[in-house]
């Protein structure tokens, strides 16, 4: 069985027969490669800036105070104001799990506290380290009107019926696409959804697993999408190639080193 058949057989989600550990390996590097290795689920991105009310946990009773995050992509920066002053923090936010880390003077010495905890919309829950001093629950709230300001999608013209290449030719790629990879093992259907700005192309390609980040160029009739899966053995390249014409895009997908498989693709409809 060809990788290129195994790549088809993992990302349909169906198993190919056993033959020993190259077969394993190539199982688990296939299905990771085609979206199924999106670090980014397929749901709303988890924006964690703004101005919280936090309340840690103790056994003397709980004890609030005000934290203000700043989120760019997985960093996150801010303070913290409570009773005992102003105290500057970084941290991560990997999907919906906020780390942050700060130090309080306490005795002439600085304590080390680490924060982690869940991000649920405008609540959040986890668990603070004390140094070495033991461990305390802790909640935040959202406070309102201090989330980051999302940007309203585009409204949609409606337009008069025209192919697929008068369509481009006016408006670009810009949209929802219904894309066909066709394999020796069946058709394999997935979604991209382009914006073009120029002759850049941006967006993302979707699949059950979730969305993977394409970066592009549409020149004249020719389109070129490229996206990277990140996977453990290392980077897998993608790349997708195609001719526009009055039926939709047509062209061939090269998929790292397990070869390559064509494609087409026609505008979602509405």
Not at 28 to 44: Q, S
Not at 110 to 124: A, H, P, R, S
Not at 159 to 166: F, L, Q, R, V, W
């Amino acid at each position: 069985m060809t990788r290129l058949k195994l790549w088809a057989l993992a990302a349909r989600g169906e198993s190919a027969p056993a033959f020993g550990a190259t077969a394993h390996f190539h199982r688990g590097l296939l299905a990771l490669a085609l979206l199924a290795a999106a670090p980014v689920a397929a749901t709303a991105q988890v924006d964690v800036t703004g101005t919280w009310e936090i309340t840690l946990n103790s056994l003397q009773g709980p004890n609030s105070f005000d934290g203000t995050l700043k989120q760019d992509g997985e960093a996150v920066t801010g303070e913290l104001v409570s009773p005992m002053g102003t105290f500057a923090f970084k941290g991560t936010l990997d999907k919906d799990t906020l780390t942050i880390i700060y130090s309080i003077p306490v005795q002439g010495n600085n304590l080390d506290i680490t924060m982690k905890g869940k991000v649920e919309g405008d609540l959040m829950s986890g668990t603070a380290k004390l140094g070495d001093f033991g461990e305390m629950p802790w909640t935040a709230k959202r406070k309102a009107g201090t989330a980051a300001p999302t940007v309203a999608a585009a409204p949609t013209v409606a337009a008069e019926p025209a192919t697929a290449a008068a369509s481009a030719s006016a408006g670009g790629v810009s949209g929802k696409w219904d894309i066909t990879l066709k394999t020796q093992l069946g058709d394999f259907p997935i979604t991209a959804t382009l914006a073009q700005e120029g002759d850049k192309v941006s967006g993302t390609v979707s699949g059950p697993a979730g969305d993977v980040p394409v970066m592009g160029t549409m020149a004249g009739s020719a389109l070129k999408l490229e996206f990277v899966a990140k996977m453990p053995t290392g980077d897998l390249a993608i790349v997708m190639t195609g001719e526009l014409g009055d039926d939709g895009f047509a062209g061939k997908a090269q998929v790292g080193g397990l070869g390559d498989t064509e494609w087409t693709g026609k505008r979602a409809k509405q």
